[in-house]
């Protein structure tokens, strides 16, 4: 998703290392013992950041997609694809 976002130039690479290398900061000041193991939980929260930032979508939205793809895990049992419902975005 990183890489389609920049190439369709929704951010230069110097912004996206910048997002990226401010989370990481921000995760190390808070404690964040930098073991290899939140690399790409910093990379989703840069990503959403920009993807919000730049109004393509907003932090709500986003969360509110969470919350739906987190609800259809839930019901999928193992092995099969997820599939997102409607009711999937009710609260």
Do not use: N
């Not at 404690?31 to 840069?46: E, I, N, Q, R």
Request: proline share 3%.
């Amino acid at each position: 998703m990183t890489l389609t976002l920049y190439q369709q130039g929704l951010f230069s690479w110097h912004e996206w290392v910048q997002a990226l290398s401010a989370r990481i900061a921000a995760a190390q000041a808070a404690g964040d013992g930098d073991l290899g193991d939140t690399y790409y939980h910093h990379w989703f929260s840069a990503l959403e950041h920009m993807v919000a930032t730049k109004g393509v979508s907003s932090f709500e939205e986003l969360a509110r997609h969470k919350r739906a793809w987190d609800h259809a895990a839930d019901r999928t049992p193992h092995g099969q694809p997820i599939e997102l419902q409607l009711s999937d975005f009710e609260p």
